[in-house]
């Protein structure tokens, strides 16, 4: 089993930072992608940024050079950089881990509300 502990959310005005962070413990062997994920009231979930064990990075159009994803592998780590929120960012951000295998697992997500 794996379990993922999100945390840094909160509400920030417009054009402000956040970094989240998720911390996986637990059978973490095997882990091949981390992600963060986002699910806005009335929308389905989506995929924000994802980082590969190799360390390579994707993001979705809409953050592309607002948010950073990034893993400490010695603490377990990933994070997600946010920089010049906007209000349709607001959303539960949830994190992903990937095994090898295909299993999936996720956090129980972090609220990031931000103000116009």
């Known amino acids: 089993q794996v379990q993922l502990v999100e945390s840094g959310g909160g509400l920030v005005q417009a054009g402000g930072s956040l970094r989240l962070s998720c911390v996986v413990s637990?059978?973490?062997?095997?882990?091949?992608?981390m992600a963060w994920y986002r699910q806005a009231p009335g929308n389905q979930r989506e995929l924000v940024a994802l980082?590969?064990?190799?360390?390579?990075?994707n993001y979705a159009d809409f953050v592309k050079g607002r948010f950073t994803i990034s893993r400490d592998n010695a603490k377990n780590t990933v994070y997600l950089q946010m920089n010049s929120l906007k209000p349709e960012d607001t959303a539960v951000y949830y994190c992903?881990?990937?095994?090898?295998?295909?299993?999936?697992?996720w956090g129980k997500g972090t609220l990031v509300t931000v103000s116009s």
């Open positions: 992903n881990v990937v095994r090898v295998s295909g299993i999936n697992y």
């Open positions: 637990g059978s973490i062997f095997s882990i091949n992608r």
């Open positions: 980082i590969t064990s190799g360390g390579i990075t």
